[in-house]
């Protein structure tokens, strides 16, 4: 069963490597570094998000965290609910490097953000409902790599907004139901053989989640968690330095994820590992030339460490699947 946090302040660093692309190719004519720029922006902010809409409920928490209420203990008599809600402001630095060697589109980066939270906890009826602002700063290199052809790199850089609304309730059964919605925008600069760029982006993503815990022995237990997600990157017509117009062009991936996580709990630390089964349904429009893609199907393993005491916690884990793989980190300060 899930177990439910009061949400508290926290001190945290979090560094991940995250692969966010499994970019392929059709021909080497027009370029799509800015969609493939921008939609590795667009996966990680959505990934980054999704994680820190369910930290009231799995024992983690943001940077920096300012309790604006408190939660009344559950053994004290409470003159109404709002003894037992408290809302909370969070901001959450985090870095997500990105390093993706699948050719034709070789791609190397990062995207740093910061995640600013506004959130609404309710001890009660176990739910959590705010709004995360995010902003972030992508600074990529992108080479296409095509037999016959010399390669050619492009550096990407840019910035940009998502507004993120979100709901995570825990039923009586303990199981957790997750929704997170964004909407943004992402500036971006492009810079290759002496041409250069300003493409904008709009940005758009949806996620559905649950999950559960079994527990199997006293000090074990496995976490089943499902989830729906869709991303969209839409770069709109532009004109590059030399006077070329790059037509307006999309991406649009829908993902469903189902998999299993065994955990074995020790004094202060707790191995884990765990197994993902991952179906995608992608497609780009508008650009022409080299075109970013996903596996349709794939599989993903993890594992790791989670280590906790009284005033710190944190994890390290490493995960791979065909074409991908991650290394993840953090660590931090309760107080």
């Known amino acids: 069963m899930l177990a439910s946090t009061p949400k508290k302040n926290w001190m945290v660093f979090i560094a991940s490597a995250p692969l966010a692309l499994v970019p392929s190719s059709t021909s080497a004519a ?47 008599a409470a003159g109404d609910d709002s003894d037992f809600q408290s809302t909370s402001f969070s901001a959450t630095p985090t870095i997500a490097s990105i390093n993706n060697r699948i050719e034709p589109i070789l791609l190397d980066g990062k995207v740093s953000l910061v995640i600013l939270g506004f959130e609404r906890f309710d001890e009660i009826y176990l739910t959590a409902k705010g709004i995360a602002l995010t902003l972030d700063r992508t600074s990529v290199t992108t080479t296409q790599r095509v037999t ?41 600069q492009t810079a290759s053989a002496g041409v250069s760029a300003a493409p904008a982006s709009d940005r758009a993503f949806l996620s559905v989640g649950t999950s559960t815990v079994t527990p199997l022995t006293k000090n074990s237990d496995v976490q089943y968690k499902a989830a729906l997600g869709y991303t969209y990157d839409g770069v709109e017509e532009y004109t590059q330095s ?12 829908t993902q469903v994820t189902a998999g299993a996580n065994y955990t074995l709990r020790l004094d202060s630390f707790s191995p884990f590992a765990g197994l993902t089964l991952v179906r995608n349904w992608f497609s780009t429009s508008g650009n022409a030339g080299i075109q970013a893609r996903e596996y349709s199907s794939n599989v993903l393993l993890k594992m790791g460490v989670n280590f906790s005491n009284e005033s710190v916690y944190g994890s390290l884990s490493v995960q791979g699947e065909r074409g991908k793989t991650s290394v993840q980190a953090y660590a931090g300060l309760r107080y």
């Open 30 to 76: 027009d370029d799509n570094d800015a969609v493939v720029a921008a939609k590795s922006a667009t996966v990680a902010t959505a990934q980054l998000v999704n994680n820190f809409s369910t930290a009231s409920f799995v024992g983690a928490g943001p940077l920096l965290s300012y309790r604006l209420g408190d939660i009344t203990s559950r053994g004290q």
């Open 148 to 188: 016959g052809v010399a390669d050619v790199s492009s550096a990407v850089t840019g910035s940009g907004y998502t507004i993120s609304p979100y709901y995570v309730m825990q039923l009586e059964s303990g199981r957790l139901v997750d929704f997170n919605v964004g909407l943004g925008k992402n500036n971006l």
């Open 242 to 253: 030399d006077g070329t117009i790059v037509n307006k062009s999309a991406t649009q991936l």
